[in-house]
């Protein structure tokens, strides 16, 4: 498929439990996009990077969060020590040219439950 | 601090009716208002899209219109089908894009 994959699909975690969570973007985009989408909320925009380099993170909403995209393709986002509050869909979006700009292509997202 | 607010939070319409959902903003530094629609399961996609230097846009049956002055933006659905049935999302960018809380429209056959 051409479209941004994300994975796994569901999480649940027990409450202080890491998870990580993957994104594959659309092959050759430049632009990554984190977002969390709290239930019945719009997503709320997390970090971005460019290429390998993470320019924006103020987004992220504790340093409980990190995100990485070593090779300037796939981005994992790990959350340490879970909390039910981090309870969300997490959505990975890219796009092919640089900067926040038009053409965001989103995946389906992971639904993270944390108990 | 939600930038971009939306209303209603759900609607229902019968099949062949407008569905009409309206954002506002304050930062005027926004430059680009996007519609994003979601079904259940998916994430969004990108459905029309408006910059402040026009009042309206059309796309078959989805249109925005865009008052600056009073700072609002909305999305009209014409001959809303069954299959429009989704959640719709505004949004305003500046560096980044800024999302509404979305709207749950429903179509009745």
């Known amino acids: 498929g051409a479209g941004v994959s994300q994975s796994p699909r569901y999480k649940v975690a027990k409450r202080g439990q890491d998870v990580a969570l993957r994104c594959d973007p659309i092959?050759?985009?430049?632009?990554l996009f984190w977002y969390q989408q709290a239930l019945g909320q719009g997503p709320e925009f997390l970090t971005y990077f460019q290429n390998e380099a993470q320019l924006d993170k103020s987004g992220l909403p504790s340093d409980r969060f990190f995100a990485e995209r070593p090779e300037g393709s796939v981005s994992t986002l790990k959350i340490q020590r879970t909390q039910q509050e981090d309870s969300a869909v997490y959505l990975c979006?890219?796009?092919?040219?640089?900067?926040?700009?038009?053409?965001?292509?989103f995946g389906s997202g992971t639904q993270l439950s944390v108990l | 601090q939600q930038q971009v607010k939306q209303s209603p939070q759900s609607l229902i319409v019968q099949k062949g009716g407008i569905s009409i959902i309206n954002c506002a903003y304050e930062?005027?530094?926004?430059?680009?208002f996007p519609w994003y629609q979601q079904f259940p399961g998916k994430g969004p996609a990108l459905l029309i899209a408006?910059?402040?230097?026009?009042s309206e846009k059309k796309e078959g049956r989805f249109t925005i219109s865009f008052n600056k002055s009073a700072k609002q933006f909305s999305l009209h659905i014409m001959d809303s089908q069954p299959g429009d049935s989704a959640t719709y999302f505004c949004a305003a960018r500046t560096r980044k894009l800024s999302f509404g809380a979305g709207t749950t429209v429903t179509v009745r056959a």
């Open positions: 930062n005027t530094a926004f430059d680009y």
């Open positions: 092959s050759g985009h430049v632009s």
């Open positions: 979006a890219s796009s092919l040219e640089a900067g926040f700009n038009e053409k965001l292509f």
């Open positions: 408006i910059r402040p230097d026009v």
